[in-house]
């Protein structure tokens, strides 16, 4: 605003905006993502920088996986590095970081890396084995599977079954049922409406991000035939003017539960 008044003019500052510019160099992306769960072993870790890396001042070293250097490095462009890392890396968590000042932006600035560290976990696959059959009868049993080792994950156990071994192969099975996901343990499914007298087959199997695993072998169990049940009649009891206990027994079940009438 002015005033003429006096012969002079004024003038007020109503509001000042400050733009920040980050001119360090730093890392602002990495794959493997950092924080990220993996399931296969990583050949290279590529970078993304906030500024041109200057080419000159780049070396296969900057780089370290779990305080081991890396064994080289590519150019993407002019702010992008890509990484080789030593093979055989365990499946666990690992931790990429290049110290402070190893690496600098192009010039005339040439600024210095800030300190840097990013981590990932290498999943290994899940190992899983059957729960033998128990609570077999003529037309149901209940079946299983016992979560050995996660692999750092929460794999999906999954069951099985069938009146021939499948293997390895789902395509190959009748039926199967999703047991959910969680650590190691003993995971179970009732199945219900099979044929008396029959032999089923069954096998587990748990999926991560590793990929998926069998148990070693595929497991098996018969159901129960149905026979004629046996009953025998019991002395009865409570005998009294107008009213008596009659009391039978069931000796024999013959492989269902049968009904019982007086």
Not at 160 to 184: E, K, M, N, Q, V
């Amino acid at each position: 605003s002015g005033d003429s008044s006096s012969g002079s003019k004024g003038y007020a500052l109503h509001g000042i905006r400050l733009i920040e510019h980050d001119a360090s160099l730093r890392v602002v992306a990495t794959s493997p993502d950092d924080g990220a769960r993996i399931g296969s072993v990583p050949a290279t870790a590529t970078l993304d920088f906030s500024l041109a890396v200057a080419a000159a001042s780049v070396d296969g070293s900057d780089l370290t996986i779990d305080g081991t250097p890396a064994t080289g490095y590519t150019i993407v462009d002019s702010d992008t590095l890509q990484f080789n890392l030593p093979a055989g890396l365990a499946p666990g968590e690992h931790t990429l970081a290049i110290a402070a000042g190893n690496l600098v932006s192009e010039p005339p600035d040439s600024k210095p890396i800030a300190a840097f560290s990013a981590t990932f976990t290498l999943v290994a696959p899940a190992t899983v084995g059957n729960v033998a059959a128990t609570n077999i009868a003529a037309d149901s049993a209940m079946i299983g599977a016992q979560l050995l080792t996660t692999g750092g994950d929460e794999p999906e156990i999954v069951v099985y079954w069938g009146d021939d071994d499948g293997g390895t192969d789902p395509s190959r099975w009748d039926r199967s049922a999703a047991l959910g996901r969680g650590g190691p343990g003993a995971y179970s499914e009732t199945l219900t409406g099979l044929a008396q007298q029959r032999t089923c087959y069954f096998r587990a199997q748990v999926t991560d991000l590793a990929g998926s695993a069998w148990a070693a072998t595929s497991a098996e169990f018969t159901t129960l035939g149905v026979t004629l049940p046996a009953v025998i009649n019991r002395p009865a009891t409570s005998i009294g003017p107008i009213s008596v206990r009659l009391r039978g027994s069931v000796t024999d079940r013959g492989g269902d539960t049968p009904t019982v009438t007086l």
